[in-house]
């Protein structure tokens, strides 16, 4: 990539990693973090892991696996119409769900109550966790040894009590600096990406109707656009072009807003990104309409009764799962009961975050159903 931005992370201004090795031939340091990102057992991991919907409700769905491509695929467009480090926007958005737990959202706020007198559990910090120790694959190091600016792009948020034991990691939010564009980019491609999904999966799955979706903006604006084009299109096809000249005008106003901000800034380096307000952003009108999309899917679909269900369950099941563990260290396989020797009630976390959904359900009746199923 010769022709990055001055702002751009580089492999000349990156802070490297923690343990120092030879630069890698053939292929950029960014691209060594995507690959060993690509190759690792959390990675492989998301494809039974979800979101929304339960890994078993359907093929048709998101999965956190889809879900990272696309946010990758996003990402990289507009890092390359930016002049960013592509293959860094990369690696951050296929690595930032890898320390989801199983059962979405859900999951993480059942194992975060369950956790409370010990730390609590935030998904941010399990990412980083997996790229920096639990990742137990290479002769040197433990972790994936990443760059520096892929582990803070994949740390977007971190509570105030975590942040003493992050080091140089935990730096910039002590001294409220941003991270590098690529970060706030992927962080952007994310929202890009769930929020369109979670549209077209919703309407697939019949949880919320087309006829409720008119009633938002930004929705019924290009729903609108597409049958005045295309008329007789079946309501499947229909949906599929909406989302994607929803997922297009985005990506636009991305670009062209985060262009301007920079433009203002005047950035004259990596440095001047820290120091500046966040850059990448969309204007006013598609952050308000996004904000409206947002509350839409929030009461509509979110707290739709049979996700409130499905969410009750992936409570009930990660909740037993940690309250048996930690009765009986002894039910943990012999791995886990060494680290909870060392780490106590972390590796029990460990141990369930980095269940599949199906993994879960199948650990529940190990444990509790008397008949084998
Ligand atoms: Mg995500």
Known sequence: MTDLAIYAVSANNSRGRVIPEAAPAGRSEFQRDRDRIIHSSAFRRLEYKTQVFVNHEGDLFRTRLTHSLEVAQIGRSIARNLRLNED???????????????????????LNDCMKEHGGFEHNLQSLRVVDVLEERYAAFDGLNLCHETREGILKHVAKKNIARLGDLGERFLQHRRPSLEAQLANFSDEIAYNNHDVDDGLRSGLITLEQMESVSIFSRHLGQVRNQHPKLTQRRMVYETVRSMINTLVTDLIQHSTTNIQRAGLDGLAAVHAAPPLIGFSQEIKSEQQELKKFLYDNLYRHYRVVRMNNKARHTIEHLFQAFTTEVRLLPTEYQHKFRQEGHQAIADYIAGMTDRYAIKEYQRLFAIAES
């Open 88 to 110: 860094l926007v990369e690696a951050i958005s296929l690595a930032h769900d890898l320390g989801h737990t199983p059962f979405g959202h859900a999951g993480q706020d059942a």
